[in-house]
């Protein structure tokens, strides 16, 4: 049984500014920033948990969140995607 | 020529690895030599090529496969199950203000059962570290000058939805086969550090 | 965890190893170790996670001295101690 999206392509969200003991697939440039959802993926396996041997790692919605360079790095005109664990996110205003 | 040769004395740990691992009875000599050649054999980029002159020939295929490449890629005959663990693919098209390129900033995800093993480059800490942060320089690296016009998004491959760049069908080929059409498509392309 | 591996945005590492295309593995043993890996995968001795973590946990002077199949070498050896036992 996964967990219900809570974010919908077009929400504004802020990634985690945690830095875990464990395997995790948050890169850390991408922490602490806010971007927007453009896809959502469905869900998976927490590679969180599966890095850390449980065997039916919780499944989690994943989406696609969209940043601007210029947010991550104070510079550059491009832009980031990333494909990020529900865990991994909070909304953002 | 020095003699101390790195690669022999690692050749010999692999295949002491290699002598306990089948000894412990967890595989044999088929089993490795069928992995091999499933991946030598049926991985390439010409299964990436076939989706895109698809996508050029047929504009449905193009808009469902944009929708959902996973079952689009059905009408190919490509699918992304067959490998160790369920993947998702997704497709970005490139357009006249739009470019995209791919990498995966934490290891090295890449999509090879549709490209092939990934090339050493796309797998080096220079590439992984620069393209999320200068992807015109890395991309001008490569021989790919855009204008500044076109927008670029890079896509950072973080979970196990797998990436193909949907390269622009170059101008002048109208009259090309999907066969011919095919022959066009690069790995490059399908990464997004070629045009095509 | 910040890990050697997480280059993302890190500066530094200078121009691209851009070389012509050539074969998947630069030696037999490459070869070997990705097969290597795939029969434990397969067998589930461990999964892709554990994998990923393994490689990550490399030490990072030595992670970034090795080369891409000797840091699978690194990662299988350490995921394998002493869980080959002979039959």
Redesign the interface.
């Known amino acids: 049984m996964s967990e219900a999206p809570r974010f919908a392509p077009g929400d504004r969200v802020r990634t985690s500014t945690v830095d875990p003991d464990h395997h995790t697939r948050l890169p850390r440039y991408a922490r602490g920033h806010v971007g927007e959802v453009v896809r959502d993926l469905g869900a998976w396996p927490l590679a969180d948990e599966g890095a850390q041997g449980v065997p039916d790692a919780r499944e989690e919605p994943v989406y696609t969140v969209r940043f601007a360079a210029r947010d991550l790095w104070g510079g550059g005109d491009h832009w980031v995607t990333v494909d990020l664990w529900q865990s991994y996110l909070e909304g953002a205003s | 020529m020095s003699d101390h040769h790195p690669?022999a004395e690692?050749?010999v740990?692999?295949?002491r690895?290699?002598e306990?691992?089948v000894?412990?009875?967890?595989?044999d000599d088929a089993?490795?030599?069928d992995?091999?050649t499933r991946?030598?054999a049926g991985a390439s980029p010409l299964n990436g090529a076939r989706i895109v002159a698809r996508a050029w020939v047929d504009d449905d295929f193009r808009r469902r496969l944009l929708a959902d490449a996973s079952g689009a890629i059905a009408d190919v005959g490509l699918s992304m199950g067959g490998g160790?663990?369920v993947q998702?693919l997704?497709v970005v098209e490139n357009t006249a203000s739009e470019h995209h390129v791919l990498?995966c900033?934490?290891?090295?995800c890449y999509p090879i059962g549709l490209l092939?093993?990934s090339?050493?480059?796309y797998?080096?800490?220079?590439?992984?570290?620069?393209v999320?942060?200068?992807?015109?320089a890395?991309l001008a690296?490569?021989g790919l000058e855009l204008p500044d016009d076109v927008?670029?998004?890079?896509?950072?491959?973080?979970?196990?939805?797998r990436y193909l760049v949907l390269p622009r069908r170059p101008a002048g080929t109208e009259a090309l086969s999907e066969a011919e059409l095919t022959t066009m498509v690069t790995r490059n392309g399908l990464i997004g550090t070629a045009a095509v | 965890m910040s890990r050697v591996n997480d280059v993302g945005g890190q500066t530094g590492f200078g121009e691209l190893p851009v070389e012509p295309e050539g074969p998947p593995f630069h030696a037999d043993w490459e070869a070997r170790v990705y097969a290597l890996n795939g029969a434990l995968l397969r067998r589930g001795l461990y999964n892709l996670d554990q994998f990923r973590d393994a490689v990550e946990r490399i030490p990072p002077q030595e992670y970034l001295a090795a080369s891409y199949y000797e840091r699978w070498l690194l990662a299988i050896e350490s995921l394998t101690e002493g869980r080959l036992t002979d039959v």
């Not at chain 2, 900033?105 to 090295?108: A, D, G, I, R």
């Not at chain 2, 080096?124 to 620069?130: D, F, G, I, N, V």
């Open positions: 690669d690692i050749a740990r692999v295949r690895l290699e306990r691992v000894a412990a009875g967890l595989t089993e490795l030599d992995i091999l991946l030598l160790l663990k998702n997704g990498v900033t934490l290891c090295s092939g093993p090339p050493s480059w797998k080096s800490e220079a590439y992984r570290a620069r999320v942060r200068e992807p015109r890395v690296e490569f927008a670029i998004t890079v896509h950072d491959t973080s979970a196990e939805n």
